[in-house]
């Protein structure tokens, strides 16, 4: 097969067959958003979105900081806003704890493509929520846009019946270095559900993010592969430059050939344990060759400059320098690794107690609160309905967990039989005082 071929033969990136879709729901009371999560290692003016986002939807807000971030800075957001509590939390440098210490973590490959402290963050904001028991966790990255609380209102009502939902980042789209480079080739790529806009249940058993690039498509793998991922629709980034540090491509590498590999796996109906020496070495192939026809793509196009032409052409050989060094073993190590880290953690995820305080269950994690500034409560934050039903009621959310029971207009007669039942209960107790 040629170059040309490979490189559209089928989309680069996760195929979007994989979530669910849904067209339309109905309008309703939704669950409350107990608290968005924001990993940052950038300064407090990157937050500004998220604070706004939280005050609007009467949520807590939870920024886990590193390096550029500091956690004393988070109290400035508080400005003007209405959410229940900004809460910074600094997590030093080389943090390490039992209950995120993990076995693929040490893998080489997996290690020479980390990307910060994200994946710890994560894992951290999920164990908060475990301990909080709370039912509605969103992450947002500190450069997600774009997601309004109509979208939360959407996603709130969607998590009831699935594992989590997420959000299609197509401005700016959300790509690896890699893919950036193709789209820049016109080859044919989609972007997929992503950790910058994610909501998920962390009172109910969920996977960790590992320590890899990539981490939320391996994350979302097995809520995938079993049908148990939503889209809400549509959000956005900030844009940035990705072909000014090759270094980046090189560091991608590993980790996009191991999602898009798993992710192919799934999307074909075949298992994970499928994926042996000779599958890795095919993707290997497959993915050498959408590189180089993309390079060769890109040189000859006339809608690219040419100091940007550069930079595209040496990342990339950056990125097929580093597919040289891959044994087409490696990746299986990794999985198998994995696997059992995922074990391991649903067992430690299962025994995690209510703790019913943030700051005992930040203890736990050997954490503290920097930063904790409750703020009146909003009763009602006004939300739009979702486009539903036309008899729905005007959706709302309300400082509970669960809507209402009726939603709807109540069924005919149900009025007139409750009132009857009223009354027959109210003559029973008269006569047993009577009696």
Not at 105 to 119: K, P, V, Y
Request: charged share 25%; with cysteine.
């Amino acid at each position: 097969m040629q170059a040309e071929e490979v490189a559209q033969a089928r989309p680069h990136g996760l195929s979007r067959r994989l979530v669910r879709q849904v067209a339309e729901i109905p309008g309703c009371a939704a669950p409350r958003i107990d608290a968005i999560v924001v990993p940052t290692n950038r300064p407090a003016a990157y937050l500004g979105f998220a604070a706004s986002l939280a005050a609007e939807a009467g949520a807590r807000l939870v920024v886990m900081c590193s390096g550029s971030a500091r956690a004393q800075d988070i109290g400035g957001l508080m400005t003007g806003q209405t959410a229940q509590e900004f809460i910074g939390v600094q997590v030093p440098d080389g943090f390490s704890h039992p209950l995120v210490g993990f076995l693929s973590s040490h893998d080489g490959d997996a290690a020479e493509g980390r990307q910060g402290d994200i994946s710890l963050k994560r894992n951290l904001g999920l164990l908060m929520g475990r301990a909080m028991r709370w039912r509605r966790l969103l992450f947002l990255d500190d450069d997600t846009r774009g997601i309004g609380t109509v979208d939360l209102v959407r996603a709130s009502l969607l998590l009831r019946s699935t594992s989590a939902v997420g959000f299609f980042i197509d401005e700016f789209p959300d790509h690896s270095v890699v893919g950036h480079a193709l789209r820049l080739a016109q080859a044919t790529q989609q972007t997929f559900v992503s950790g910058g806009a994610l909501m998920v249940d962390p009172s109910a058993p969920a996977p960790f993010f590992p320590d890899i690039y990539n981490e939320d498509w391996l994350f979302l793998c097995d809520w995938t592969r079993r049908r148990r991922l939503t889209s809400a629709g549509y959000a956005r980034q900030l844009a940035y430059a990705p072909f000014d540090d090759p270094a980046r491509a090189h560091r991608e590498e590993f980790g996009d050939l191991l999602a898009e590999g798993l992710h192919q796996l799934i999307d074909q109906g075949r298992r994970i344990r499928d994926a042996g020496t000779a599958f890795w070495a095919g993707q290997l192939a497959e993915r050498r060759q959408r590189i180089t026809w993309s390079a060769e793509a890109v040189r000859r196009s006339t809608a690219v400059s040419d100091a940007l032409r550069e930079r595209v052409v040496i990342a990339l050989r950056a990125a097929v320098a580093r597919l040289d060094q891959i044994n087409p073993a490696s990746p299986g190590r990794f999985i198998d690794a994995w696997r059992g880290d995922l074990r391991v953690w649903a067992a430690r995820y299962r025994e995690i107690p209510p703790l019913g305080s943030l700051a005992k269950a930040l203890d736990q994690l050997s954490l503290a609160a920097e930063v904790t500034a409750p703020v009146p409560r909003q009763d009602l934050a006004p939300l739009a309905s979702t486009g539903g039903s036309r008899d729905c009621r005007k959706a709302r959310i309300a400082n509970r967990l669960e809507p209402p029971r009726y939603v709807r207009a109540p069924p005919a007669g149900f009025r007139s039989r409750r009132r009857r039942r009223r009354g027959i209960l109210g003559l029973v107790r008269a006569a047993r005082l009577v009696g």
